[in-house]
């Protein structure tokens, strides 16, 4: 079992930046693939960044794209999502999740992080992000 924990929501005007955590808990060891998704009142859940299993492919929405930063910290199991320059478009519900990658590191192929969140077992609980304009 895996537990996630985001943090670093809030209020912010436009144009300033927020860093949201994720501390991942509970198994030890594995190959995971790690995401933020957010989602906004009345929308569906949406794809915003991911990182590979490997560590070496992180990808972005087109929407974010030069403006957010995804990190991770392996040392803390944990994840980060830097976001500069914030719009009001951008206040969401953030969440992080994790996919679990079975088998031998040396032989799993190298693949892009999964964009849809049914593929992402584990989730964390969410952080609020309000952008004011």
């Known amino acids: 079992q895996v537990e996630l924990a985001e943090s670093g929501g809030g209020l912010v005007q436009a144009g300033n930046s927020l860093r949201l955590s994720c501390a991942a808990s509970?198994?030890?060891?594995?190959?995971?693939?790690m995401a933020w998704f957010r989602q906004a009142p009345g929308k569906e859940r949406e794809f915003v960044a991911a990182?590979?299993?490997?560590?070496?492919?992180?990808e972005y929405a087109d929407s974010v794209r030069g403006r957010f930063t995804f990190s991770r910290d392996d040392a803390k199991n944990s994840i980060y999502l830097k976001m500069n320059s914030l719009k009001p478009e951008d206040t969401a519900v953030y969440y992080c999740?994790?996919?679990?990658?079975?088998?031998?590191?040396?032989?799993?192929?190298?693949?892009?992080?999964?964009?849809?969140?049914?593929?992402?077992?584990?989730w964390g609980q969410g952080t609020q992000v309000t952008v004011s304009s």
């Open positions: 999740a994790a996919r679990l990658y079975m088998g031998d590191p040396l032989v799993l192929p190298i693949t892009t992080p999964p964009r849809n969140d049914y593929e992402y077992s584990y």
């Open positions: 509970g198994r030890a060891g594995g190959n995971f693939a």
């Open positions: 990182i590979n299993w490997s560590g070496g492919i992180i």
